[in-house]
């Protein structure tokens, strides 16, 4: 099931801006408006889940997605892991473990009802050191005040019988945890949003969000409708209220509208190695490291994928461009504000060491294969290939600490007042999506009164 072909998009290349009684003619008998009751603003996996469930809330009320690219969901939500994630790693009570065990819960059930491919491979969370067990241990506790299923702690033996060629001394056996192609998650949530009546724009770059000055407030049509938004070609949409999700550029979108510049988002690259295809057999199941509290990210893991590859890694090093997927991409604005960023500068500093080591393993990837062969030891060189890229977007403050939680951010006046900027959502965002997508239309919804 291809949904890309499913979700009847309109491009800016032939979008025409109507009045709001306007309605095109001809094959396409949908009314298409250029005021709309809410619009969102970005086409990722969050931005969809949420357009989705706000529609669904509101059936009465018109609203439409504006995305800049050309396709749906092509950037975060189109290069990740693909992982389901179960939710053992967050503090118990927070609102991160509630959103990834719902999630969790939600997606399962979303894509048996939508009968979307997933596996329920579960995973290992691999102490190969002795020193890793107190950790492995709370991390099991996490887990079950998270109410995380099934999971179980098993020995060397209990390794071997789930991951025959893996080696460690104690792991965490998550069986609920899965993987899926989550791009496609997300056009399914796009062609929900569609059935329901909603519209998408694509190629619309949001580069303006003000009042109307064609409508001022004094005006009827000013008063149904005074926000516009505009993109860098000239097109313009209005609306009573706006909704951004976006993600790698949450943090500008924000500032276009006149609110904070923090928390900042500053890009980082992961790079992943494959498996060769005559060496899946290695791997059953995610395999995942210990975390170590000390380093800002997770490690190099094992994950199959829904087309049989299995992906080795990532690393984690700053992104020289925020959609820079390959080593050479380069920006100069994105490069420059990242660098002249407070929070980068504190950041790198309070982890130096590690983030040289990261950098060395991303140039020389037999250094990353002997973090690997830490797991399964047959894993040589010689067995893998350099893969694709994934550029997260983390939010920093300036402080350089990494904000986990939700930031929502508004502002006041004629346009702070109808515009909420979702500036970060909770990780692993994906596998929350659907929670996540609820939330944020609690806040909608008590923001605007809806």
Request: proline residues 5%; contains cysteine.
């Amino acid at each position: 099931m291809i949904f890309s072909k499913m979700i009847r998009t309109l491009s800016t290349s032939s979008l025409t801006l109507f009045s709001p009684h306007q309605t095109l003619s001809g094959s396409n008998a949908r009314k298409v408006h250029s005021a709309y009751d809410v619009a969102v603003v970005g086409g990722g996996i969050v931005g969809l889940a949420t357009a989705r469930e706000l529609i669904l809330r509101h059936p009465t009320l018109s609203f439409v997605l504006l995305e800049k690219e050309k396709k749906l969901a092509v950037h975060q939500s189109g290069h990740n892991s693909g992982v389901i994630h179960s939710g053992i790693y967050y503090t118990p009570g927070s609102l991160k473990a509630r959103l990834c065990v719902r999630g969790a819960t939600l997606a399962y059930e979303y894509c048996d009802k939508k009968g979307l491919p997933y596996k329920k491979c579960g995973k290992l969370i691999v102490a190969v050191e002795r020193d890793e067990i107190p950790r492995l241990k709370a991390l099991y506790e996490r887990g079950q005040k998270n109410n995380v299923r099934d999971l179980r702690v098993v020995d060397a033996a209990g390794i071997r019988e789930r991951e025959p060629y893996c080696r460690g001394i104690m792991a965490l056996d998550s069986p609920y945890t899965g993987i899926v192609d989550w791009r496609l998650v997300a056009l399914s949530y796009g062609k929900d949003f569609e059935e329901a009546g909603g519209f998408v724009v694509t190629e619309f770059e949001v580069n303006d969000i003000t009042t109307a000055k064609e409508s001022p407030a004094s005006t009827i049509e000013g008063i149904k409708h005074p926000i516009a938004i505009r993109d860098k070609k000239g097109n313009e949409v209005r609306c009573r209220y706006v909704l951004t999700c976006g993600g790698l550029y949450s943090d500008r979108l924000s500032q276009i509208s006149g609110c904070s510049a923090e928390p900042r988002i500053v890009p980082f690259r992961g790079d992943y190695l494959v498996l060769k295809p005559e060496k899946h057999y290695l791997v059953k199941g995610n395999i995942y490291p210990v975390p170590d509290p000390q380093f800002p990210f997770l490690g190099v893991h094992f994950t199959p994928r829904m087309d049989g590859s299995v992906w080795l890694g990532p690393n984690a090093v700053l992104a020289f461009k925020r959609e820079g997927y390959k080593v050479y991409d380069f920006d100069p604005r994105d490069f420059a504000d990242a660098l002249s960023f407070r929070g980068l500068q504190r950041l790198v500093m309070k982890n130096i060491v590690y983030g040289v080591g990261e950098m060395y393993r991303g140039v020389f990837i037999g250094s990353q294969v002997k973090i690997l062969q830490k797991y399964i030891p047959e894993l040589s060189l010689s067995d893998v290939l350099r893969g694709p890229a994934g550029v997260r977007a983390q939010a920093l403050d300036r402080e350089g600490n990494l904000v986990d939680d939700f930031v929502f951010d508004g502002g006041v006046g004629d346009v702070g007042s109808r515009v909420l900027h979702v500036r970060n959502a909770p990780s692993p965002a994906a596998t929350s999506s659907l929670a996540i997508g609820e939330i944020i239309a609690d806040e909608v919804e008590r923001r605007f009164a809806l």
